[in-house]
Nanobody
């Protein structure tokens, strides 16, 4: 069983930055894929960014050039650095992990971009 705990969400003005963290209960190097998803009210949950075991990254078009996904293997923590935030980035952000074909999700952290 893998536990994922997100942190770092909050209220930020347009153009601002936030860094989300996702602490894992297991070795991050055992995860096939890890990533971040987000869900705005009344909308489906969409993938924001992902990183494979080989450190290949992938981003949604809407966040390319603004968001960066990374991981700290020693701390077993996944990050999402979010810059130039826009009101449309407002959502609950979820950490995701795939381990041995099983999916795991965090509880989510709220990000609100508003002036």
């Amino acid at each position: 069983q893998v536990q994922l705990v997100e942190s770092g969400g909050g209220l930020v003005q347009p153009g601002g930055s936030l860094r989300l963290s996702c602490a894992t209960s297991g070795s991050i190097l055992s995860m096939n894929v890890m990533g971040w998803y987000r869900q705005a009210p009344g909308k489906q949950r969409d993938r924001v960014a992902s990183i494979s075991l080989g450190a290949r990254t992938n981003y949604a078009d809407s966040v390319k050039g603004r968001f960066t996904i990374s991981r700290d293997n020693a701390k077993n923590t996944l990050y999402l650095q979010m810059n130039s935030l826009k009101p449309e980035d407002t959502a609950v952000y979820y950490c995701y992990a795939n381990l041995a074909s099983r999916e795991y999700w965090g509880q989510g952290t709220q990000v609100t971009v508003s002036s």
